[in-house]
């Protein structure tokens, strides 16, 4: 007998857990929309001596310039 309580007491607590499941009736369904991770691009890192090399150029250009008119 005791062994019936038991499972008697088992199926009256997984009964009365299992009606938790069903809360909130038929109501609509909330959805809520996808969240998007918002992708923040770094900007390129700007190289602050990027006139350096068109300066030596023009330089080099100008050194040779010079030295064909002394010969």
């Known amino acids: 007998m005791r062994a019936v309580k038991t499972f008697a007491i088992a ?3 997984a009964a009365s857990f299992s ?3 069903f809360a909130g009736g038929f109501q609509a369904e909330i959805v809520e929309p996808p969240v998007v991770p918002v992708i923040v691009e770094p900007e390129p890192a700007g190289s602050s001596y990027g006139w350096v090399l068109p300066v030596v150029a023009l330089a080099a250009l100008a050194a040779l310039a010079y ?3 002394q010969e």
């Open 19 to 21: 009606t938790a499941a």
């Open 11 to 13: 199926a009256l607590a």
């Open 67 to 69: 030295t064909q008119t």
